[in-house]
């Protein structure tokens, strides 16, 4: 299925709930609401949302309170991408300019601020506490993903173990919310919100894992996401890490030499992605990236087949076999 197929059971409620959103961010400060507008003119893939409605359809159907912890979710997304942006002072974001860039980093972080105080006001302002629960835990563990990460980068020692504790941190964390969110939104059956967080948490493993293999190759040619951006910040990925654990020692260690000690280049980037490629790195990883997704196929294989179920399962298989 394609992502128009995968949102079809729950399209009329995706509509309404973009209307929702918008309405819900209207500011009376004109730059504020500008810079909204911006924003929201390219809404990306909206993925998050997607999986908090079709999480809800599943467990009861979509309601007022589905949409609160969609926008919730929407808006953390948002504004970590906003200061993200800012620190990696990057110029372009789904193909327009950045905030930072078309306006200014002061601007661009206080603008992250405010969508981070209207998604936690979301649930405060409607009593979902619930959705506070889930979504503050899913910002502690992308904070301690993120900083594992830098500090396993400086010191160049991370191992699968902490790999994937580093990935369920930074990214599967948010998507195990959502799905949860969606749940709390239209069950108060705990099995299940906790069956779709975990669906949630398996499907964001296998999603960062085939983002990782990106950096090293994608339609068959050694390209990247920009070309070697994971390397160039000394990220150990998996296949890096399958490939330097299955690689003569003499060649892995004149690899990890040159990713540890250089300011890779071009021609540097194009040998490492070679080196992965032939030693086997993206072949486990993508092995990897099957297991996950079909243990989370499995964690709601018990709930009553109807459209909702069929696109979550499309979805996990989706997020592996997505070509960018």
Partial sequence: MTLEEIKAPIETHFN?????????????V???????????????KQVRPLLVLLSAELCGGVNKKTYVGAAMVELLH????VHDDVVDKASIRRGIATINAEWNNKIAV???????????LASIDSGEFDFLRATSNAVRRMSEGELRQI????????????????IADKTASL???CCEIGAISSTTDKQKQYLLRDYGEYTGIAFQIRDDIFDFKSKGSI??????????????????????????PKQASEIKKMIKDTKLKAAQIKEISKFVIDNGGIDYAESKARFYSEKAQAT??????CPAKRSLIAFSNFVIERQK
């Fill in 151 to 166: 500090q396993k980068s400086m010191d160049f020692s991370t191992d699968e173990e902490t790999y994937f504790r580093i």
């Fill in 30 to 44: 004109a730059l504020l609401d500008l810079i909204i507008g911006y924003i929201t003119r390219k809404k990306g």
């Fill in 223 to 248: 390209i990247g996401k920009p070309v070697g951006n994971d390397l160039k910040e000394k990220k150990i990925t998996l296949p890096l890490l399958f490939s330097l654990r299955n690689a003569p």
């Fill in 78 to 81: 948002t504004a970590t991408l």
């Fill in 300 to 305: 709601i294989v018990n709930f009553v087949d």
């Fill in 175 to 177: 998507l195990a919310s």
């Fill in 110 to 120: 206080l603008i992250g601020d405010f969508l981070l105080a209207k998604g936690l």
């Fill in 16 to 28: 309404e709930f973009n209307t929702f959103f918008k309405e819900y961010l209207k500011s009376d």
